[in-house]
């Protein structure tokens, strides 16, 4: 049936009053850029879903190939062929390809997991403190804020990990590292997002509300939660970085800092064996995770890291490990930046 | 004056505070409760599980006489013995670790600072253009670089030149003690002690050098500094970047500016003196903000480079011990230490550039 024109004329006017989400798209289309934010994070959610069924079997450890372990000079080096598009990496003996995809789902989880405690503690309690500026409620997360903010990321958790590989050692694992810095990473949030809440509380459409006798939560909800959501995306790409440092520093500082050159019975076998401190977030050493294949990778691939200056460099072995980051961090950078052109109100007047 | 004569003098004006300095005098007696939460947490986290553990430190008496020791210890210097350097206090050896640290500190983040300013600026200036795309990318990349990836390609790169140009290794602040007899010299001279890299009498290589007349000494130094200053410096840069060019991008359009642009003020001028004042007090907390994380990313550096700095001793502590439960003590109470000196070194930080930040922001005080 044809609508009659007074139908729409109404259906226009609905659109006007509480516009569609087709009409929003086609008034202000997302970037190129947020787009291929997607398709990246698209990419990587497909090698995830697949990594679990592929995996299914052993999802949680690497397969090992003993002939592998040992490092060059005392195995071959095999770099990127047919068979291993990625190479090999040694001291673990495992394939670098197959590693990184395996580990996929790993990273994910732990990412995804810290971003949402860090969006929803810095979302929620940034937007309080600046809708409450000046009173306790915002004194009280500002300073306990700035205190935990105080603590550097990373002293921080493996302080939390040594004390509790003492207290509760069964309970240190992945879970409890993304809570911990989910917690911990919060603050540079809030304080982003305190500052344009603030802002947000006394706009005059704000005020409008409290006089018309909009409840706070309702002023909270519905004005300054989404006013201040462009400060969370210009924050969240960069938290990501911490959590890589940290999971990059820790093995890596086990790797190529500590003496080596035992196998784990304490033998003596004349090359360095990757391993992770005793209070290390991973349950052991040959668990995949992109942090763990990089940091024995930057030690294995520049022999700097051995002390063995003037050697080969053997690019693959941290170019392909660090690719998986960055890729993943571009995607959320790309569509970060594209839901913040336009969310930011400075844009839309534009 | 209405109201005074001889008989009735107008009364006194009370002393009142200006507004800043009441900031300045509420936000410094915040500082003992900050640190205090900071050493509360440290307790919870690291001393409690200690003294748990059969084998820690015996005769905790009480929740609170524990704190109260702790916090002590932890102000006079009574920080306990290092394992691994045959018994030396812990007090002396950060206080050999922390000048090489500070130094470096120094140099990277002038360097940092230098770089990020005057791009981001001229980046959220001129926006769009290749200087704008560019700092999107490298704001991006740089904080993702890993920087022991760098310092070991840089060491790797850089070996061989530095053997023909200095007859010297990359790795380390000072020289390498076999440098000297290259030089002539039949042992190291006595005002530096190798054996823990400290120099004499200030500690900071560079000022002793130069105390001492050691000119190639402070050329090979200088060179070690700047390369690992810059290496640090790759991921300030970027992460200064990309806070400061959207606020230079805004305060490009900010009324002053506008106004100054339609007065025929030319845009060299509106660039570095009017954007720049409105980014400046941004620049600075960010750099507030990013120091705890800054921290890290030198102590990876001083651990690639083998400096003897506090990123060493965070390397020693960590690797040094071996899974007996004795050790985990040792180390959750030098941890600690470091923790607290960390803590104490970043809330002054914070308090000072809350002060100079406020004091350089150009827009007007409402609401605060």
Redesign the interface.
């Known amino acids: 049936m044809i609508p009659g024109p007074d139908e729409e004329l109404a259906a226009e006017e609905r659109d006007i009053a509480r516009p569609s989400w087709r009409s929003r798209l086609a008034r202000r289309p997302f970037t190129v850029g947020f787009w291929a934010g997607v398709a990246i994070l698209a990419l990587y959610l497909g090698a995830a879903l697949s990594a679990l069924v592929v995996f299914r079997t052993s999802l949680g450890t690497l397969a090992v190939n003993p002939a592998w372990i040992p490092p060059a000079p005392f195995a071959p080096v095999i770099g990127p062929t047919t068979d291993h598009p990625f190479g090999v990496l040694p001291g673990l003996g495992v394939d670098l390809f197959d590693a990184l995809w395996q580990a996929t789902p790993w990273d994910l989880g732990i990412v995804a997991g810290i971003l949402a405690f860090d969006v929803l503690l810095g979302w929620m309690l940034g937007s309080i403190a600046g809708m409450n500026e000046g009173g306790t409620l915002d004194s009280i997360i500002s300073w306990f804020g700035d205190t935990l903010g105080a603590l550097p990321s990373f002293f921080l958790v493996v302080g939390i990990f040594a004390g509790l590989s003492i207290l509760a050692p069964a309970d240190i694992g992945l879970p409890l590292f993304i809570l911990l810095f989910g917690i911990i990473i919060w603050p540079a949030t809030a304080r982003l997002v305190r500052d344009r809440a603030r802002t947000i509380a006394r706009q005059s459409y704000v005020e409008a509300t409290r006089a018309s006798g909009g409840s706070r939560g309702r002023i909270l909800w519905r004005h300054v939660l989404p006013g201040s959501l462009p400060a969370v995306l210009a924050q969240l790409p960069l938290d990501v970085a911490p959590i890589f440092f940290v999971l990059i520093v820790f093995p890596w500082f086990w790797d190529c800092g500590s003496s080596g050159a035992a196998d784990h019975e304490g033998g003596l076998v004349g090359y360095l064996l990757p391993g992770i401190p005793p209070f290390s977030p991973l349950p052991s050493v040959t668990f995949p995770e992109w942090g763990n294949l990089l940091a024995v990778g930057t030690c294995f691939g520049i022999p700097v890291s051995l002390g063995l200056v003037g050697g080969p460099v053997y690019w693959w072995m941290f170019v392909f490990p660090l690719a998986a980051i960055l890729g993943l961090a571009l995607g959320i950078a790309l569509v970060c930046d594209g839901l913040h052109a336009r969310t930011s109100m400075r844009w839309h007047v534009r | 004056m209405p109201g005074a004569s001889s008989r009735n003098p107008p009364a006194p004006r009370k002393f009142q505070l200006s507004p800043y300095a009441r900031y300045a005098l509420q936000r410094t007696l915040?500082l003992p409760?900050?640190l205090l939460?900071?050493l509360f947490?440290?307790y919870m986290?690291?001393f409690?599980?200690?003294y748990?553990?059969p084998g820690g430190n015996p005769g905790i008496s009480g929740f609170w006489t524990g704190f109260f020791q702790m916090v002590t210890n932890d102000f006079t210097g009574n920080w306990g013995i290092s394992t691994l350097y045959g018994g030396v206090p812990l007090v002396s050896l950060y206080s050999w670790a922390i000048p090489q640290s500070v130094e470096l500190a120094a140099f990277a983040l002038a360097f940092a600072a230098l770089i990020a300013y005057p791009v981001s600026l001229l980046a959220g200036w001129a926006r769009p253009s290749p200087v704008d795309g560019s700092v999107r990318l490298t704001s991006?990349?740089g904080?993702?670089l890993?920087v022991?990836?760098v310092g070991?390609?840089v060491?790797?790169g850089l070996?061989?030149w530095f053997l023909d140009t200095f007859h010297d290794?990359p790795?380390g602040i000072l020289p390498n003690g076999f440098w000297w007899f290259d030089q002539g010299y039949s042992f190291p001279p006595s005002w530096i002690l190798y054996t823990q890299a400290y120099t004499q009498p200030t500690g900071f290589p560079l000022i002793d050098g130069a105390l001492h007349g050691a000119w190639s000494f402070e050329e090979i130094v200088l060179v070690k500094t700047l390369i690992q200053a810059a290496i640090i410096a790759i991921i300030f840069v970027s992460?200064f970047l990309?806070h400061s060019f959207?606020v230079a991008r805004?305060a490009s359009t900010e009324t002053h500016v506008v106004a100054a642009r339609s007065r025929g003020i030319p845009d060299r001028t509106l660039l570095w003196r009017h954007t720049g004042r409105r980014v400046r007090s941004t620049f600075l907390l960010v750099f507030a903000?990013a120091l705890?994380?800054y921290?890290?990313?030198q102590f990876?550096v001083e651990?690639?480079f083998q400096d003897y700095g506090l990123g060493q001793l965070?390397?020693?502590t960590?690797?040094g011990q071996v899974?007996e439960?004795q050790s985990?003590v040792a180390?959750?109470e030098s941890?600690?230490v470091?923790?607290f000196l960390?803590?104490i070194i970043?809330?002054a930080w914070?308090l000072a550039v809350d002060l100079i930040a406020r004091r350089l922001d150009p827009r007007p005080v409402t609401?605060?």
């Open positions: 915040l409760a900050q939460l900071v947490i440290l986290v690291l409690v599980p200690s748990l553990l991006l990349f904080t993702f890993p022991m990836i070991g390609l060491i790797a070996f061989y290794i790795t992460i990309r959207v805004e903000l705890p994380a921290l890290g990313t990876v651990a690639v965070v390397l020693l960590l690797t899974p439960r985990v180390v959750l941890w600690q470091m923790m960390l803590s970043i809330l914070l609401g605060r």
